[in-house]
């Protein structure tokens, strides 16, 4: 079993910064793919980015350049730094992990096993 808890939300303005920490604890950390998912109001759950056990990464078009994902094993946590942030980025962030240690750098949600529950990342213009 895997927790997740995320921390590090707010309330910010465009053009300012944000460092998301996703505190993971319970299974193997080092061998899991770690992912970021936001949903914004009355939106579905979108994927943001992604880190493999391998230290891989894939990110959203539209996050590409802005966010930056990263993870340290020694501390079982994930990060998601976000830069430059817009209004459009608001929405819930969620932590996601898929415990299946494959290479595949998967962005569809049903390949995730494990969820945080959520924290709220809001910019205002």
């Known amino acids: 079993q895997v927790q997740l808890v995320e921390s590090g939300g707010g309330l910010v303005q465009a053009g300012d910064s944000l460092r998301l920490s996703c505190a993971a604890s319970?299974?193997?950390?080092?061998?899991?793919?770690m992912a970021w998912f936001r949903q914004a109001p009355g939106k579905e759950r979108e994927f943001v980015a992604v880190?493999?056990?391998?230290?891989?990464?894939n990110y959203a078009d539209s996050v590409k350049g802005r966010f930056t994902i990263s993870r340290d094993n020694a501390k079982n946590t994930v990060y998601l730094q976000m830069n430059t942030l817009k209004p459009e980025d608001t929405a819930v962030y969620y932590c996601?992990?898929?415990?299946?240690?494959?290479?595949?750098?998967?962005?569809?949600?049903?390949?995730?096993?494990?969820w945080g529950q959520g924290t709220q990342v809001t910019v205002s213009s």
């Open positions: 996601a992990a898929d415990t299946g240690s494959t290479p595949l750098i998967a962005t569809a949600q049903t390949r995730y096993d494990y």
């Open positions: 319970g299974g193997t950390f080092s061998r899991n793919n």
């Open positions: 880190i493999a056990w391998y230290s891989g990464t």
